[in-house]
C-alpha cells in the first residue's frame, strides 16, 4: 500500500503541545518547574503516564494546562541512542552555558553563568504548569508533586510566574504586541493584513523560509521500534523525532525597576520626559503605541498597532532610535546594512522568533504606572521577565538576534550602545557599551553610564518535543 503524501500545509495539533500555538492567556496562573532525574528506568515510566496528560494545540485549556521540555542532559539521561542525541543542533548540544556561548550571548561578568541561580548546572526537564485561578494552578501542582516524587524526581528550582495588569512587563510597557503570524494557520493566507511566516520558521516538521524542512533531530528508522515516529520527509532511512516540536529558549531576567526609572529621571527635567525617554529606549509608549506612529505622544489607538517600518519615514531614527529595543530586535525593513526596503525585510524575516514570555514578582506599583514608579523608593523585592522564546534554528534566530542586534555596539552605524533595555553594559574606555545614542535635529543626544537594567539570573536550552516524539522517549529502553 503506498502512503499517502503528508499535507505539510496542514498543522498537526493534537501532536503539538499547545503553548506552541496559543500563549494560554486565559490560565493567568503559571509556575515553571526545573527537575532532575534520577533513575533512567522511572524517568522513562514518569513519561509514559505524563504524555496523557500534556496539553496539545488542539484543544482550548479552559481550567489547566501542562508542557514539558527537556535540555540535551535530560535526554542523555533517558540513554536515548548516540545517533539520536547526535542529531540535535550544535547550540542545544553544547547548552546555554558553553564558554565560548556565554561570549555570543554576551552572557559575561555579571551576567556570567557562575552567578545565575539555576541553569550553570543544567536541568533535565522542565514542567510548564497553567491555571485558571491560583487554586486551579495548586491543584495542578499537587498533581505534579505526587507524579514527580512517585518517580524519585528531584525538583531543583520553581519558578512561580504571572501576568500584570494590562498584560505589561514590569517597567511599565505593554508586551506581546509584536508576533510573527504563521501563514499555515490562517485560513486565507494571500488576504494576510501582516507579514506571514512559514511553520517551519518556529515548528519542525514544516517547510521554513528557505523552503526547506527545519532541520530536526531524528532516528534511525530500525531503532523506532513501537513505530511512535512519522518518516522524516527528506530520508526514507530516518524518523522524524522534531516532527511538531521545537527548540525552547528560557532565560530568567531579573528587571531593576527603581534602578531603571531613577536613571531616567536623573537624565530627564520632569516626569513626562522621563517617560518620554524610557519610550525612546523601548521604541513604544508604555501603552504600547510605537514611536515611529506617534512620535509626540501616546496614542491609545495605537496601542496594538504594528503594520509600520522605518525606512521611509525614520531612517534617521529621529522618532525611534537606531538602537532602540524593537528596532534592535526586529529592525524590519530598514536594517542599514541592506540596500533595499525588500532586502531589509527578507533579512530581518529570517531573525523572528516566538515569545511566549511571563513576569514573576510583583509588580513595583500595582497599576505599572511609570509616574508612580519614578517616584516610589526601592523596595529590594526582585522581579523580572521569564523570557522564552520558541525557534526552530536557536543560532539563525535567538543567537543570532542576541549576539548581532542586541549586545553588538556597532549595531546600525552606533559606537558604544548595546541595547538599553536588556544589553549587557560595559563600562571600560577599551569595551565600552554603555551610551545611548538619541538621534536629534540638529544635534544628535548622547547618555552615557547606562547601569544593567536587566540581570540574567539563569536559563537553558529546551527541546520542545511533539507528543509522538514524547512518547518515543517513554517507549525507548
Ligand atoms: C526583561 C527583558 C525584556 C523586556 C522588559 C522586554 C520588553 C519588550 C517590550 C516592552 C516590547 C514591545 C512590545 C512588543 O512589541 O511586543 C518588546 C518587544 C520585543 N522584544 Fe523584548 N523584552 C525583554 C527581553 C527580550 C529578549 C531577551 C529578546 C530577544 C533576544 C527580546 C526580543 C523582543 C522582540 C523580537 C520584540 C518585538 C520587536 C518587534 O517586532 O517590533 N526581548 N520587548
Not at 557562575?114 to 501542582?141: D, I, R, T
Not at 503605541?289 to 489607538?301: D, E, G, I, K, M
Amino acid at each position: 500500500m503506498v502512503a499517502n503524501p503528508i499535507d505539510m500545509t496542514v498543522l498537526e495539533k493534537d501532536d503539538i503541545q499547545g503553548l506552541l500555538l496559543r500563549g494560554h492567556g486565559q490560565l493567568s496562573s503559571a509556575s515553571y518547574l526545573l527537575y532532575a532525574f534520577t533513575n533512567p528506568a522511572k524517568a522513562r515510566h514518569f513519561l509514559q503516564v505524563l504524555v496523557p496528560k500534556v496539553t496539545t494545540a488542539a484543544e482550548k485549556p479552559e481550567d489547566t494546562a501542562i508542557q514539558i521540555a527537556l535540555t540535551y542532559d535530560g535526554m542523555a539521561y533517558l540513554n536515548l541512542p548516540d545517533p539520536v542525541m547526535q542529531s540535535f543542533c550544535r547550540e542545544f548540544k553544547e547548552g546555554m552555558t558553553a564558554a565560548h556561548r556565554q561570549f555570543i550571548l554576551g552572557d559575561t561578568g555579571e551576567n556570567a553563568p557562575k552567578n545565575w541561580n539555576w541553569g550553570e548546572k543544567s536541568p533535565h526537564f522542565m514542567l510548564m504548569v497553567f491555571g485558571k485561578s491560583p487554586e486551579a494552578l495548586q491543584l495542578a501542582l499537587a498533581e505534579v508533586n505526587a507524579l514527580t516524587s512517585s518517580h524519585g524526581i528531584t525538583a531543583l528550582h520553581v519558578l512561580p510566574t504571572g501576568m500584570l495588569h494590562n498584560r505589561k512587563e514590569h517597567f511599565g510597557f505593554r508586551d506581546d504586541i509584536s508576533r510573527p503570524v504563521i501563514r499555515e494557520l490562517l485560513k486565507n493566507p494571500e488576504n494576510a493584513q501582516e507579514e506571514t511566516f512559514p511553520a517551519g520558521e518556529f515548528i519542525m516538521g514544516y517547510k521554513n523560509l528557505y523552503e526547506e524542512y527545519a532541520s530536526c533531530p531524528t532516528v534511525p528508522a530500525a531503532m523506532d521500534k513501537k513505530g511512535d515516529l512519522p518518516p522524516h520527509p527528506d530520508d526514507s532511512n530516518l524518523k522524524d523525532l522534531g516532527k511538531n516540536g521545537t527548540y525552547l529558549v528560557f532565560r530568567q531576567m531579573e528587571q531593576k525597576v527603581h534602578a531603571f526609572w531613577q536613571y531616567m529621571k536623573a537624565q530627564s527635567k520632569d516626569n513626562q520626559s522621563a517617560i518620554a525617554l524610557a519610550s525612546k529606549m523601548v521604541g513604544r509608549w508604555p501603552d504600547g503605541s510605537p514611536l515611529t506612529l506617534c512620535p509626540a505622544r501616546p496614542t491609545p489607538s495605537l496601542s496594538e498597532a504594528n503594520d509600520f517600518g522605518f525606512w521611509q519615514d525614520d531612517k534617521a531614527g529621529l522618532k525611534c532610535p537606531i538602537g532602540s529595543h524593537i528596532r534592535r530586535t526586529n529592525p524590519r525593513d530598514h536594517l542599514v546594512t541592506e540596500t533595499s526596503q525588500k532586502d531589509s525585510t527578507e533579512m530581518a524575516a529570517k531573525h523572528r522568533m516566538i515569545r511566549k514570555g511571563r513576569p514573576y514578582g510583583p509588580p513595583f506599583v500595582p497599576d505599572l504606572n511609570p509616574e508612580k514608579m519614578i517616584t516610589r523608593k526601592e523596595d529590594n523585592q526582585e522581579r523580572g521577565l521569564h523570557f522564552i522564546c520558541m525557534v526552530t534554528d536557536i543560532r539563525r534566530q535567538f543567537e543570532f538576534v542576541q549576539n548581532n542586534w542586541v549586545n553588538f555596539h556597532k549595531f546600525g552605524g552606533l559606537e558604544h550602545d548595546a541595547d538599553p533595555i536588556i544589553g549587557n553594559h560595559y563600562h571600560n574606555e577599551s569595551r565600552k557599551t554603555d551610551e545611548f545614542s538619541l538621534p536629534q535635529y540638529p544635534v544628535r543626544r548622547k547618555l552615557d553610564q547606562l547601569p544593567n537594567f536587566t540581570l540574567i539570573k539563569g536559563g537553558a536550552y529546551f527541546f520542545f518535543p511533539g507528543i509522538k516524539a514524547l512518547q518515543y522517549m517513554a517507549d525507548h529502553d
